[in-house]
C-alpha cells in the first residue's frame, strides 16, 4: 500500500503522523493529493482533425430563394401528419444567409474542418440537364469563408434532399436517378475541387433507403415490397459508384473520395474471441446491400441467398462501378448492435437491447460508447482500410435555455466523452481514424422528428435564430484544444 504513495504524501503523512502520533492518515489525506495530479493525458496523433457536420435542408432554410428546385423533403414535410408538429425546413437555421456566423462559431471552436452537403435541387433544379449558377454560387461562398478561417471543407453530394422532379419519374426506383447522381455529383466536383479536397457521394444509404421507401417514415414516404426495396438498394450503391467515377473524371487530380455510411455497427457482446469473430462476421452480413458490396464490389452470398427470388438485378459492370476503389471511408456512429456468437450457419445472432437500454431522446439512439471503438476497427480489419473518419456522431436532447442564457446538457457531454474514449482507444491501437465531425454543429431539423429533438452543441433559437453554445460546445472546445479528452 505505501509504496504506491508519492515521496510528498508519505512525507507528510509521516510528519502529521509526528505531530499527533495518534492520528491515522485520512483517505481525504489521500484524495486531496490525488486530484492535484492531472490525468495522464490521452492525446490524438498529431492532425487529427476535429470537426462538426450538418446537412443541406435541415440548416439551410431558403426553400425557394435563387433558383432552388423542390425537393422531396418540401414535398414530404409539407405533407400533413408525415413530420411531428408539421414542422419543415422552410426556414431551418436560416444558415443559407447566416452562413458567415456559423463559420465565426466554428472559429470560436477551435474546428479543422467542416462537413456540409450539397442540395441538389440548388444546382440541377430538375435534377438533370440547365445548372442554376446561383446555387453554385452559394456554395462558393461557404466554401471560400471556410478556406479563410482556415477550415477544411469536406463535401457530401448528397444528403436526402433529391429533387422532386426525378422523384416524380421514380426516384430510387429507377436507375436513372443513379445516372443523375454521376452526373451531378461530376459537375459540383468539377466546380468545387479547385478548393475542396474530400467529398463524399451519398449520406447513410442505410437510412435513407430504408428509412425513405422501406418503412416510409421519411421522404419520399413509400412502402415498397421487399423485390422493390433491394432494387432502390441496388440503384444507390449504383449511384455511389457511377459517382466516384464521374467525380475522378471532373475533379482535380489528387482529390479524395468515399463516402458516409451508418454500417450497423456490430459491437461484441463481451469481448472474447469468439464473440469477437461474430461481431466481424455480422458486421460483414448486416451491411451486405450497403457498405460491404461498396467495400467487396459484390454482393455476398448470404445476401443473394436471403434476397432469394427478391434479389436485386444487376449487371457484372454495375457491381465494378459499385466497388470503385475508395480513397477514405466516413463512418457515420450512433448506436451499437450487440453480436453473439452462435451455431446457427452464419455463426452469429443479434442481440436486440432489453427495454431498459439506456437512449438519447430518440428512441433508436442506444447509448453504447463501444460502438466506436468496434465500427472503425472492424471495417479497417475487414477490408484494409488506410483512412477513415467518423463522420457523424451525437446525440439527441430536450435542452433547455436556463434564464441567464445556458444549455447545460450535461447528457451530451456524457455521450461524447464516453465515445471519445473509445475512438481513443481504436485510434491507439492503429486504427486509421483521421477525424472526427461531431453531429451536429448547431440544433437543426431533425427530419421526421422536427426540431423537438435537438443535436447541436450550439443551441438554436428558431424564433430568433439565435445561437448559443451549450456546455457540449465548450467541452468539444477543450478537446480541440488539446487534442486529447477532456
Ligand atoms: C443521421 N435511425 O440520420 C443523419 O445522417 C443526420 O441527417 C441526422 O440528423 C442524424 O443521423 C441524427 O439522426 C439518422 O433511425 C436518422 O436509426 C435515423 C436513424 C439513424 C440515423
Avoid at 422523384?167 to 436507375?175: F, I, L, N
Avoid at 451531378?184 to 437510412?207: C, I, P, Q, W
Avoid at 421487399?226 to 489528387?254: D, F, S, T
Avoid at 427530419?447 to 460546445?473: C, E, M, N
Amino acid at each position: 500500500m505505501l509504496n504506491r504513495f508519492s515521496r510528498r504524501t508519505f512525507a507528510r503523512l509521516l510528519g502529521s503522523a509526528a505531530l499527533a502520533p495518534t492520528v491515522l492518515p485520512t483517505f481525504s489525506a489521500l484524495a486531496d493529493e490525488r486530484h492535484s495530479t492531472p490525468p495522464a493525458p490521452r492525446h490524438f496523433p498529431q492532425g487529427f482533425l476535429w470537426g462538426s457536420a450538418t446537412a443541406s435542408y435541415q440548416v439551410e432554410g431558403a426553400v425557394n430563394e435563387d433558383g432552388r428546385g423542390t425537393s422531396i423533403w418540401d414535398t414530404f414535410s409539407h405533407t400533413p401528419g408525415k413530420v411531428k408538429n408539421g414542422d419543415t425546413g422552410d426556414a431551418a437555421d436560416d444558415h443559407y444567409h447566416r452562413y458567415k456566423e456559423d463559420v465565426q462559431l466554428m472559429k470560436a471552436l477551435g474546428l479543422k474542418t467542416y462537413r456540409f452537403s450539397v442540395a441538389w435541387p440548388r444546382i440541377f433544379p430538375q435534377g438533370t440537364r440547365t445548372p442554376n449558377p446561383k446555387g453554385l454560387d452559394f456554395y462558393n461562398r461557404v466554401v471560400d469563408e471556410l478556406l479563410a478561417h482556415g477550415i477544411q471543407p469536406y463535401c457530401t453530394l448528397f444528403h436526402w434532399d433529391l429533387p422532386q422532379a426525378l422523384e416524380d419519374k421514380g426516384g430510387w426506383q429507377s436507375r436513372d436517378t443513379s445516372e443523375a447522381f454521376a452526373n451531378y455529383a461530376g459537375y459540383v466536383a468539377g466546380h468545387l475541387s479547385d478548393r475542396v479536397k474530400h467529398f463524399m457521394t451519398l449520406n447513410e444509404m442505410s437510412s435513407f433507403v430504408d428509412l425513405g421507401y422501406g418503412n416510409g417514415i421519411h421522404a419520399p414516404g413509400l412502402k415498397l415490397p421487399p423485390e422493390g426495396l433491394n432494387q432502390v438498394r441496388h440503384h444507390a450503391v449504383l449511384a455511389h459508384g457511377l459517382g466516384v467515377q464521374a467525380i475522378r473524371a471532373h475533379a482535380k487530380p489528387g482529390t479524395k473520395v468515399g463516402l458516409a455510411e451508418n454500417a450497423t455497427a456490430c459491437v461484441p457482446v463481451i469481448e472474447t474471441p469468439e464473440h469477437i469473430a461474430a461481431a466481424a462476421k455480422a458486421y460483414r452480413e448486416t451491411n451486405a446491400g450497403y457498405l460491404t458490396a461498396v467495400m467487396e464490389g459484390r454482393y455476398t452470398d448470404a445476401y443473394l441467398r436471403r434476397a432469394g427470388a427478391d434479389a436485386p438485378k444487376f449487371t457484372p459492370a454495375d457491381m465494378k462501378a459499385i466497388g470503385s476503389p475508395l480513397d477514405f471511408v466516413g463512418l457515420n456512429v450512433y448506436t451499437p448492435a450487440y453480436v453473439r456468437a452462435d451455431d446457427s450457419p452464419a455463426g452469429f445472432a443479434m442481440v436486440p437491447p432489453p427495454a431498459s437500454f439506456p437512449h438519447m431522446m430518440s428512441s433508436w439512439l442506444h447509448v453504447g460508447p463501444e460502438a466506436l471503438y468496434w465500427s472503425p476497427k472492424l471495417a479497417a480489419q475487414l477490408w484494409n482500410i488506410k483512412e477513415i473518419y467518423i463522420t457523424e456522431n451525437g446525440a439527441s436532447s430536450t435542452d433547455v435555455l436556463t434564464p441567464d442564457g445556458h444549455v447545460y446538457d450535461t447528457d451530451r457531454v456524457m455521450y461524447f466523452r464516453n465515445y471519445l474514449t473509445q475512438l481513443h482507444r481504436a485510434v491507439s491501437e492503429g486504427v486509421p481514424v483521421r477525424g472526427y465531425f461531431c453531429w451536429s454543429l448547431m440544433d437543426n431539423y431533425e427530419w421526421a422528428d422536427g426540431y423537438q429533438y435537438r443535436f447541436g452543441i450550439h443551441y438554436v433559437d428558431f424564433a430568433t435564430q439565435k445561437r448559443t453554445p451549450k456546455l457540449s460546445a465548450h467541452f468539444y472546445k477543450e478537446v480541440i484544444t488539446r487534442n486529447g479528452l477532456a
